[in-house]
């Protein structure tokens, strides 16, 4: 959440994208910090599915969290083609624009045709990963719900935001047109929701 918070905003064509990669100065920290942060999520997300361990939701869960790595799969492909890739393209076309280069020169317009063809790939991963995050989330609340039992079990708040939560990612990630960013949102009902349900789970006793 923390370096989806401080990713500038990329809008443009694929010069202006690369223009606003090659000023941002943390572009490298902030996808590192998605990357190192992905496996940690999954990790946390193993935490649902031993709370429903011999419960009628534990294949819900189970489903769930094999989405769930499919979904960070797909999310860390952008990522990493954007931190590799766009900080390297950037630095080339920014290179290329200024003196003693006559803008743009020869690399720097190489440099956005390569951004240009490549990222729809990417973004087609982003969509995917998306999605699937988004019914990961609906799973997990799904078999949360159908494995709490009376007083035991996380509140069941948590399993309604989850399955509207992620309801409304897969939708957003399936229904909006290609050439828009507003799947990007589509990931944050899931996270904020793995958010809270990682501080009520620290909170929850454990039975014996």
Not at 178 to 203: E, K, M, N
């Amino acid at each position: 959440m923390a370096a989806a918070i401080a990713h500038p905003l990329l809008a443009g064509d694929g010069a202006a994208q690369l223009a606003t990669i090659a000023r941002t100065r943390d572009w490298a920290a902030i996808h590192w910090g998605f990357l190192f942060a992905f496996p940690l999520s999954i990790t946390g997300l193993s935490g649902i599915v031993g709370a429903t361990v011999g419960t009628p939701g534990a294949g819900a869960t189970r489903a769930g969290l094999a989405v769930g790595v499919f979904a960070y799969a797909c999310w860390m492909i952008i990522v990493a083609f954007m931190l590799g890739g766009g900080g390297a393209l950037a630095g080339v076309a920014a290179h290329g624009s200024v003196a003693p280069h006559p803008p743009p020169d020869l690399a720097a317009t190489q440099a956005v045709f390569l951004f240009d063809m490549v990222r729809p790939f990417a973004l087609a991963a982003q969509r995917a990963g998306a999605f699937s995050l988004g019914l990961a989330t609906s799973l997990f609340g799904w078999g949360l719900w159908c494995g709490r039992r009376e007083g035991e079990g996380l509140p069941r708040w948590t399993t309604v935001l989850a399955i509207a939560g992620g309801s409304a990612g897969a939708a957003l990630a399936l229904a909006t047109p290609a050439s828009s960013t507003l799947d990007q949102a589509a990931f944050a009902p899931p996270v904020v929701w793995q958010l809270l349900v990682g501080l009520v789970l620290l909170r929850v006793p454990r039975p014996t």
